[in-house]
């Protein structure tokens, strides 16, 4: 393991989590299609049930094919242990789940994934969890709305839609000396551009439905725990961590767990209880996925810096954000943060508003038009005719979507096809 642990990106990603079946020397990871796991006798259950050993019981708290993509991400994102989830959202609800109870409240950055917000503000609202929205490109917001009763800091790595990048070393000494977990979403960068937890992140959370997949072929998500946060230190504030839990036969997960307490609570209790594991046959793919996903995220990142100067000089095109540019605001940062590559994520501003958004989705060929990101295929979608059509344009221009704004996923095709489908568009789009 210590090994692995000095080896380069790409090297990992096709080591990390299984090597071979020592019963049959199969080297493909199998696809444990099993709900169940037969003891070896009593004791052995007993050991299980009691956290004493490591096995399987049941699928919906372990099993061998998603233990081996967990352990994957986890070598990749160099954190003490990963759960994986049914969703992105899945992923989020059962974190929270972990660390908030009614009364606490959760420092939210305004610009992440709508779905977090309503998960946050929908769901976790009914049962007491406040949601405090703040501009995370501005630390000291950050700083002056958490308070005693917060429970963790949440940003994305670049968010959606903007593409602004998290200031994570500011970030992380607010969260350090406030004594709250920040936690990190890095759907749009992967390990393979950036670990937060490197940064001083203390949680990294994943939609693996979008790059870690990158074959949109499945919904996933996952949890990353950075072993860097002393929950012990706050037993009031995390008591699901710190104290004894009477649902576990008292063990106090930070003492049982040490480092991997919040892994080893989210893997024993909360899922456990919520119960949004994912599929054998899913873990399956997303650890065939991690295999490539250094190669493909150089692609995505080399195509996505090529489109977004294609764009950034296009007269149809009022505006472009992505980190990589020299005109992003925070190009600096994205230097330091994602200096192997900014990834495929694009935002853009057509002129001529609704009208000219939805000319150009209309007459692309190649670029597939669809509510996903990510993929190795290139795809766009235009907010203010799709997902954000029920808003009024007052009500999308507050949420920092503008009319004519379409994102891009850039995906890995030869980067000439995907500019000359969107000279179509632009051209079609300024008739
Ligand atoms: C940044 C980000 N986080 C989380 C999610 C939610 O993930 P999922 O759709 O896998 O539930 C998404 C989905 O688009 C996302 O873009």
Redesign the pocket.
């Known amino acids: 393991m210590d090994d692995n642990k000095k080896r380069g990106f790409m090297t990992k990603a096709l080591h990390s989590g299984w090597s071979c079946d020592s019963a049959t020397g199969a080297a493909g990871l199998p696809i444990y299609a099993s709900s169940a796991f037969q003891f070896h006798d009593s004791a052995h259950a007993a050991g299980l049930f009691n956290l004493e050993e490591d096995g399987f019981i049941y699928s919906r708290l372990a099993n061998p094919t998603v233990q081996a993509f967990e352990a994957g991400l986890n070598a990749l994102e160099g954190g003490v242990g990963t759960l994986a989830t049914s969703?992105?959202?899945?992923?989020?609800a059962h974190l929270i789940t972990a660390l908030c109870s009614s009364g606490t409240n959760l420092v939210v950055s305004r610009k992440?994934?709508g779905?977090?917000l309503t998960l946050l503000q929908n769901i976790f609202s009914r049962f007491g969890v406040e949601t405090i929205l703040v501009d995370s490109d501005h630390p000291c917001q950050v700083e002056q709305a958490v308070n005693d009763e917060t429970r963790g800091i949440i940003t994305?790595i670049i968010g959606?839609p903007m593409m602004n990048v998290a200031p994570l070393e500011a970030l992380s000494r607010i969260a350090r000396r406030q004594g709250v977990p920040l936690i990190i979403?890095n759907?749009?960068a992967t390990p393979a551009l950036c670990r937060p937890i490197e940064w001083g992140a203390h949680v990294v959370?994943?939609?693996?439905?979008?790059y870690i997949s990158g074959n949109g072929n499945l919904?996933?998500?996952a949890v990353v725990d950075g072993g860097n946060f002393d929950w012990a230190a706050y037993p009031d504030k995390f008591p699901e961590l710190a104290k004894p839990d009477r649902a576990y036969h008292d063990i106090v997960f930070t003492e049982r767990f040490g480092k991997a307490a919040l892994a080893a609570k989210l893997h024993a209790a909360i899922l456990r209880d919520l119960g949004g594991c994912p599929s054998a046959f899913d873990a399956y793919l997303l650890h065939l996925s991690l295999g490539t996903l250094g190669l493909r995220m150089e692609r995505h990142s080399a195509n996505g810096l090529a489109v977004a100067r294609f764009l950034e000089a296009h007269p149809m095109v009022e505006w472009v954000s992505y980190p990589g540019l020299a005109s992003h605001p925070q190009n600096d940062m994205a230097k330091v943060y994602l200096k192997d590559g900014c990834g495929g994520m694009i935002a853009f501003g057509v002129k001529g508003g609704v009208e000219a958004g939805r000319k150009l989705v209309d007459s692309l060929s190649l670029i597939g038009h669809m509510a996903?990101?990510g993929e190795s295929r290139t795809l766009i979608i235009h907010p203010a005719s799709t997902t954000h059509s029920q808003l009024t344009t007052a009500q999308r221009a507050a949420a920092g979507l503008s009319d004519g704004l379409l994102r891009l996923s850039v995906g890995i095709e030869n980067v000439e096809d995907i500019i000359a489908d969107l000279e179509k568009g632009l051209e079609a789009a300024g008739k």
């Open positions: 969703s992105g959202q899945a992923a989020f992440v994934y779905g977090t994305e959606n979403d759907t749009f959370v994943y939609s693996t439905t979008k919904i996933g998500g996903n990101l």
